[in-house]
């Protein structure tokens, strides 16, 4: 059996198959099947289908109750090889692989629809293109040929095997759902927000919380509208630019506190209420439809219902299934472990292979023992808070890490002159990541640190853990200087992005056998479901594919990456 074989969905749910040869090109003869599913469930043997898009095909697949071990996406991989050749946003469907390599008119990709709570259909059905198989090949060969004349080949392969590898775990994911007791859920929210009045209004606490800000202000204030809170602070002699928590708690006005009060439990309402957990929740399982890649750096997304944004008292809804478990883990610092392994600095290699708290560690060499001051100055290295104490913080960091420090460096840069920025595999940044792709790579025009670092509140950048965290004003993403310190925090983030996607890959294929599912991925945190027999096997499992996905993406290094595991019965007890 050859190791690759193509695949065309064909009409009346048929299919057309032809194995490949190494060049890429069919080694047989072409054969049509009556049945998708069947030609693949009849070729046990092959090592890796390629298809035009797991989209298209994966969930027909699963639905049939056929699994495969590996795919290549043919448009993912050309998403990768387009960013590669400094041509990021040229389309990137299959079709419009071949009109380029034919030099015919390239016809723009077709729009991605929106979820449909639920639903369980491809992202880009109907309106989809299909290819027929013959071009297909021609396309995956020519793919190969371009894979070869990147800067690094193997590694570039490699990022682009986990890139699919990681579309496969998505349509899993999408197609198990994280489990979810709506019962569960009703209750937090009437805790929460009090009753729902008729007619679809807010809830009692809201209302309530509502009449003691105008009450405070000595007027009718809507503090759902920004524009008149801001004005009404303005009467009362205090100029505010906005309604974001970590300014309005700087005020000494008895609005304040229910104003605070409001936003919070008005994000809730709006986000994770009543109206989401109808329209998202079906059958003790909430299907966000995952999406690999999503962003530039190679982060996820979801397609709908805010699935990485889920607030820490609404975790109390994500409940295991009775006799089961939720295994999550937390990868520890994994930013500058990151970059201890990119920069190949020995002494934050160093540091990063001790057992003991990394920060603490730094802090030790840097900062006189002040871990708090070492996180500080480390996570703003990366991403980018290099003015006023970032400043002195660098310039310690410079001096104990210094080839860390010029990695950086190196890459805002290269970012502020326009250049191309690559992650370690080669994951490549636009070379004019403004304000476009800053936003769809999770950095609105402000930069957030993480909690915890002494400025800002929520969670991860572009993941606010708590339903919305605090930004931190810094920059207008349209000039040279925020370009650089967005290539600053890609080739970190990136690169997490990529060792992540090996991550998965390794505890999938460990999963293949047994009854746990992966139900959850965000940045640095992935929820298994299992049985309770089964959880200490896939907390091993976690561990031993953390170590596998290091090796494989940086090589050998000292460096570590290891996690935080809970085994719980409820998601909000792993925090």
């Not at 937090?188 to 009450?215: F, I």
């Not at 020995?346 to 871990?371: H, K, N, T």
């Not at 310039?395 to 890490?401: G, V």
């Not at 936003?439 to 670092?453: I, Y």
Request: proline residues 6%; hydrophobic residues 40%.
């Amino acid at each position: 059996m050859a190791e690759r074989w193509a695949l065309a969905p064909a009409e009346g749910g048929g299919a057309e198959v032809v194995p490949l040869g190494r060049d890429g090109l069919p080694s047989g003869p072409v054969r049509r099947e009556p049945d998708l599913a069947a030609a693949v469930r009849e070729r046990p043997g092959v090592g890796r289908w390629v298809w035009r898009s797991t989209a298209e095909v994966y969930p027909r697949l699963l639905a049939a109750g056929v699994r495969v071990e590996r795919c290549y996406d043919v448009e993912d991989a050309e998403t990768l090889l387009l960013g590669h050749e400094g041509r990021y946003g040229e389309p990137r469907s299959a079709a419009a692989a071949l009109a380029r390599l034919r030099g015919g008119p390239v016809p723009a990709d077709p729009p991605q629809r929106a979820a449909r709570p639920g639903a369980q259909s491809s992202l880009f059905e109907p309106e989809a293109v299909h290819l027929p198989l013959a071009d297909l090949v021609e396309v995956h060969a020519a793919q190969q040929r371009r894979h070869d004349a990147t800067a690094h080949p193997d590694r570039m392969r490699l990022l682009t095997a986990a890139e699919s590898a990681g579309t496969l775990v998505a349509a899993e994911m999408n197609r198990s759902g994280l489990p979810w007791s709506a019962e569960t859920h009703r209750r937090l929210l009437h805790d929460l927000l009090g009753e729902r009045y008729a007619g679809g209004g807010e809830p009692r606490r809201l209302a309530e919380l509502a009449d003691e800000v105008s009450a405070a202000f000595g007027r009718r204030v809507r503090p759902d509208l920004p524009a008149d809170v801001v004005k009404a602070f303005a009467q009362a002699g205090l100029k505010v630019r906005s309604t974001r928590r970590w300014e309005i708690e700087s005020l000494d006005h008895p609005a304040v506190r229910p104003l605070v009060e409001y936003k919070k439990l008005y994000r809730i309402w709006v986000a994770h209420g009543w109206s989401w957990l109808q329209d998202w929740v079906r059958d003790g399982r909430f299907r966000p439809e995952f999406l690999a890649g999503g962003t530039v750096t190679g982060r996820w997304v979801t397609n709908g219902g805010g699935g990485l944004q889920i607030p820490k008292v609404i975790r109390r809804a994500v409940v295991a299934d009775p006799g089961w478990r939720l295994v999550v883990a937390d990868a520890d610092q994994m930013e500058p472990r990151v970059l201890a392994a990119i920069s190949r600095d020995p002494g934050l290699m160093e540091v990063a292979g001790r057992e003991s708290d990394l920060y603490q560690s730094v802090s030790e060499r840097a900062f006189a023992g002040d871990r708090d001051q070492a996180k500080i100055a480390v996570l703003g290295a990366v991403y980018g808070q290099t003015s006023g104490d970032g400043l002195k913080n660098l310039a310690a960091l410079r001096r104990r890490f210094p080839r860390a420090v010029a990695y950086v460096d190196d890459a805002a840069r290269a970012g502020e002159e326009g250049r191309l920025v690559r992650t370690w595999l080669g994951r490549t940044c636009p070379p004019a990541a403004g304000a476009d792709a800053a936003e769809e790579a999770g950095l609105p025009q402000e930069t957030q640190l993480p909690e915890g670092t002494g400025a800002g509140t929520g969670g991860e950048v572009g993941a606010d853990g708590d339903g919305g965290g605090d930004w931190v004003p810094g920059y207008a993403s349209t000039n040279s200087r925020a370009r650089g310190r967005f290539a600053r925090n890609f080739v970190v983030q990136g690169s997490a992005a990529d060792w992540a996607l090996l991550l998965l890959a390794a505890l999938r294929r460990t999963c293949a056998g047994m009854a746990a599912e992966l139900v959850f991925f965000q940045h640095d945190e992935v929820i298994v479901h299992c049985p309770a027999e089964e959880a200490e096997t896939v907390v091993a499992a976690i561990r031993e594919a953390s170590e596998l996905a290091g090796r494989l993406t940086f090589g050998a290094t000292p460096v570590r990456f290891p996690f935080t595991t809970a085994v719980v019965e409820c998601y909000a007890d792993a925090k």
